[in-house]
């Protein structure tokens, strides 16, 4: 039977015909709803394998996108899309609103994301409802060039993600100023320069930047003051100052001075030679230090590894013969006599404190590298960042496409992007706006009572955090008036039960 209907259906009028009678008997079919489901279900199964071929997925997916584009040539079908849209979205923020302990759950989970997607483009953290997903197929389906995606989505992923304002300037075709492909990113760190510590870094590094930093109250934020002073300093007259000895674990003290008759010292701090050496080895080797004409003599980094002194007194190294010094203790008492000392002379003897205090804790290297140096401008050092911070920059010069106009805001805006997002701001701010979505609701706490209008002030604690203080307006509240017991009576239930804490 089945080998017969397979030689008719070779003729054309045949097949056509059989194809009409077996679609409208399926179409008859699926009336049964229970049908409908079951065969809907072993569709989307059957589609689902298929799809974990990626050849097959790729050409679905152009294949879909082909269809809609036609399909979207009516207008009728254009409009429809969209009111569509807009109801999926109405009833997807709407589908907890009915039900509190849904709602309460919903907001338990939402409080527990972070800032923990980066975007493609700029390499910003931010929260999912803050990003949207695109695939290289989309993106040139939208008139994108390939080279054009290739260069704005500096980070190379699959799943290519965009936050709001980069994809408002690549969806003009345009490279978002912030955008990590105009030179903005930041090389990977290495082990021997993440070790070091802000004096050893100073160290090793060409420039040295002098300024006033003071607090600005007790808000533990912190202002600069007065003009911030770039000075060249000599990295291999600074390394040649430590001794060349010690080992992995030994250290030493240093004092940075900015000139060396000053008492005070700029910066003060215990360093590791051995941390300082392994880490300026490193630099000398980098692009921008050997443009800078910075060398570390070979001759003193052999002496270094050669030499075998030992600047660490060991308990061992002083033997005391301990009978010699007791007998020659007891004969110094026995032999002493009160006629042998001289007279004191009180009107020679010196009465006074001298004004040099030799300070007993004064140890340690003093040094002052930029003394007697000519500071350098900031608008005539061109490489004065990378200069500077060694430990950021990795002695590479940033590489900034010449036709993209960069201010200084800018670059120093997407290095606090990557290593200081704000973090706990931005989560406070993520969590208030997950609050207000549940107060808002007509099923949220205050059932009866809608939410018409809130003045929100927020503040920053001591330590940092923030906090907020609110007014709430709400509808249908009751107003207090002292001289009507019935009004005393419904602000109390009113209270009672919407506080739930004593």
């Not at 009107?347 to 003394?371: C, R």
Request: with cysteine.
């Amino acid at each position: 039977m089945a080998r017969r209907i397979r030689e008719r259906r070779t003729d054309d009028d045949f097949r056509l015909l059989d194809n009409r009678r077996r679609a409208n008997s399926h179409k008859i079919e699926r009336r049964n709803n229970e049908f409908k489901t079951e065969e809907n279900k072993r569709r989307a199964e059957a589609h689902k394998i298929e799809r974990q071929d990626d050849e097959f997925k790729t050409e679905d997916n152009k294949r879909r996108a082909e269809a809609l584009k036609i399909a979207r040539q009516d207008d009728e079908f254009k409009e429809e899309e969209r009111r569509r849209n807009a109801l999926r979205i109405h009833n997807n923020r709407n589908k907890y609103k009915s039900n509190f302990d849904g709602m309460k759950s919903n907001y338990e989970s939402k409080i527990k994301e972070g800032p923990t997607h980066i975007c493609s483009c700029c390499g910003g953290l931010w929260f999912e409802y803050s990003i949207r997903e695109f695939t290289v197929e989309m993106l040139t389906n939208k008139g994108l060039k390939k080279e054009f995606i290739d260069t704005v989505c500096y980070l190379k992923n699959t799943i290519i993600k965009l936050c709001v304002t980069c994809r408002k300037d690549i969806m003009s075709n345009k490279v978002p100023n912030l955008s990590l492909s105009n030179g903005l990113a930041f090389y990977e760190v290495p082990d021997c320069l993440k070790a070091l510590t802000e004096l050893e870094e100073r160290l090793i590094s060409p420039r040295i930047p002098f300024m006033v930093i003071r607090s600005l109250g007790s808000c533990k934020q912190f202002g600069l003051k007065g003009n911030l002073v770039n000075v060249p300093m000599n990295v291999d007259t600074n390394v040649s100052v430590l001794p060349r000895s010690f080992s992995d674990t030994h250290t030493i003290q240093l004092k940075l001075m900015r000139q060396m008759k000053n008492k005070n010292a700029f910066m003060y701090e215990t360093i590791r030679p051995k941390v300082v050496h392994t880490a300026v080895k490193y630099l000398v080797e980098q692009e921008l230090y050997k443009d800078e004409g910075i060398v570390i003599s070979h001759d003193w980094l052999k002496e270094y590894s050669n030499e075998r002194e030992n600047f660490i007194i060991e308990d061992g190294d002083k033997k005391l013969d301990e009978n010699q010094n007791i007998s020659k203790d007891f004969d110094d008492e026995d032999k002493w006599n009160e006629c042998d000392d001289e007279p004191v002379n009180p009107s020679a003897t010196e009465t006074l404190l001298n004004d040099e205090i030799v300070d007993q804790n004064d140890i340690g290297i003093k040094f002052a590298p930029g003394e007697n140096n000519r500071p350098i401008s900031i608008l005539m050092d061109l490489k004065v960042d990378e200069l500077t911070f060694p430990k950021i920059y990795c002695g590479k010069q940033r590489k900034i496409k010449a036709n993209v106009k960069l201010t200084y805001a800018k670059i120093a805006k997407s290095k606090l992007r990557i290593n200081d997002p704000v973090t706990c701001v931005r989560y406070f701010e993520h969590r208030l706006k997950c609050l207000w979505e549940i107060l808002s609701a007509p099923c949220g706490p205050f059932q009866g009572y809608e939410l018409e209008d809130k003045y929100v002030r927020v503040e920053f604690q001591v330590r940092g955090s923030p906090h907020i203080h609110a007014l709430l307006w709400l509808k249908n509240a009751p107003k207090y008036d002292k001289n009507k017991p019935e009004s005393i009576e419904r602000c109390t239930e009113f209270i009672d039960k919407l506080i739930s804490v004593n």
